[in-house]
C-alpha cells in the first residue's frame, strides 16, 4: 500500500511537466507547420486538448479564419497530421483522430 501511495504521488509531480513538455512541442511542431505551408502568415496557436498521441490545437491569424491542427505523436514527436477549418466524419476515422478530440 505504501509503495503505491509512492507511486502515486510520484505520478501526481510527474504529470504537469509532461503537459508542459507536450504543449511547448506541440506549438513548436504547428507553428513549423504553418510557416513551412503559408511563409511569413503570423499565426496565433493554442493547445486545446490532448488525448493519448493525439492532439488539438487552434490556429487563429487576421489574415485566415481560425482552424485547427490535429497532431499525433510518434516516438515522442509531434507531427501535424492536418489543418483546415473542418473534418468530414470519414476524415477523422482515416486519420485516426479519438472522438474527443472533434471541436
Not at 505504501?2 to 507536450?22: F, Q, V
Not at 513548436?28 to 493525439?54: R, W
Not at 505523436?73 to 473542418?86: E, F, H, I, M, N
Amino acid at each position: 500500500m505504501r509503495n503505491l501511495l509512492l507511486l502515486a504521488a510520484l505520478l501526481a509531480l510527474l504529470l504537469p511537466a509532461r503537459a508542459a513538455e507536450d504543449t511547448a512541442a506541440l506549438i513548436v511542431a504547428t507553428k513549423a507547420f504553418v510557416l513551412k505551408e503559408s511563409p511569413g502568415m503570423q499565426a496565433k496557436v493554442a493547445v486545446e486538448k490532448i488525448d493519448g498521441d493525439y492532439a488539438r490545437v487552434r490556429v487563429s491569424s487576421s489574415a485566415t479564419d481560425t482552424a485547427h491542427a490535429f497532431l499525433k505523436r510518434k516516438k515522442g514527436r509531434w507531427t501535424v497530421l492536418t489543418l483546415g477549418t473542418g473534418l468530414t466524419p470519414d476524415e477523422y476515422r482515416g486519420l485516426g483522430i479519438p472522438k474527443s478530440l472533434k471541436p
